[in-house]
């Protein structure tokens, strides 16, 4: 395990969110990091889809995580802003949310994400993000 | 309670990821929805502040469904996007979502959103919300 | 003239795309500016009505000079980034931008915007925006 | 000329903010449509670089028009709500916006878009764009 992919990894295991809605690093690399998602009813909007908000969840830390790879040792990150465009109803027995660096400036990192539903042997995209990370002193 | 309350209160409770949460509903009017959660380290990102994830899954359910307040009765409602700015760490004991109906129109709603951090005797808004919403048949 | 109204005006004269669209400085408070739009047609989209491009310009340098109004006298402001919805067809005589600082921290300025159009004795609101703003050594 | 490029062009012509910003329509494709803006006084912010306004109305425009090469012939494309980075300051000889169909359905279509910015030989994107866009009757 490279040395940020430990950074992440420990920092992942301290969001107690991300416990509670079952969610799971999957890998991290330089600008990339993915986060899985297992279907659960726990996590479910009225009609029995996977919730926007457990949608956005995993792919909000998946796009932290990867301006984190982008920061300077010294810096943490947090989420100033972010959109997200929900392209249909997440159906599937497992999720993926990939976040990556699109501009890593001093203060202010760009990220766009994506969650992919599995279902079968079939993947759609339903989400898009864009987002709007800050550096803060650790 | 009225019909439209009676409504979302049924949906909320059909809601998955509002119990995993642990949030509640407050208070349904025309065009206004608020929603409660409580502080619970399982809702933790890593600094120990509640997760833009929750924070962000309670105040799209307010905006969703304070736009079903303005809907046919033969619509439901689901999240086509929103964005969230996270003004400042989700300190606090409670958290209060308040979606609210800025503009109804035959397909799309569009909505305003805040969460209001409790502390002691303090209030703090620490995230706002602009959300679109899309009437679809129920 | 405030002191402040003298900053935002002599900035407001600099920006060559105020006047290609025609807009005007109308007002400046502490956290709020407010920018007035003529309707022309060379400001058109297809079907003749203001175009979402002139329509965001003048709400983001409406959020820009509100920021403007609460950022230490070294500072300038740039939009990091916003996002705005387009609620009805921009028709009117006339536009009025307001832009309202609703968080401003050391380095990010939260605001909202909206635009009002004016048409004989009816005035409606066209459109909302959210904005991140940031602070700039001048 | 396709059929589509010309419905575009047709259209693009009819946009009186273009001609007024200089724009220049580049390339339709199928999803996919470019959109040219050489660099002006006239449409500076108060540093000279170009205002994020001018950039937005050009990425605004490509994604809407992206929208259109995959809208059903009896409708036309109006922007419902979109999200804008902007990454660097606009500096540059010229700007290529880029609008691509990310998801289009039966009534909304969501694109993402970018601002390239030329100088001399290099290339920068100098913003990020994520829209959605409404079909209506035309």
Redesign the interface.
Known sequence: MSDIHKRVAS??E????M???GAELVSVTDGEVQIALPF????????GY?????I???V??ACGYAALTKAPPEC?I????????????AIGERFLAIGRV??A?R??T?C?GEVQAFSGSTCK?VA?M?A?M?NVPA
């Open positions: 920092s992942f301290a969001q107690g969110l416990a509670t809605l659960s009813e726990r996590l479910s909007q009225q009609h996977v919730h926007a908000g457990a956005t969840s995993i909000d830390s943490e947090v989420s100033a802003e972010f959109k997200i465009n929900l392209l249909r109803p699109q501009s400036g203060t202010l760009v766009t995209v898009l864009q709007t800050v």
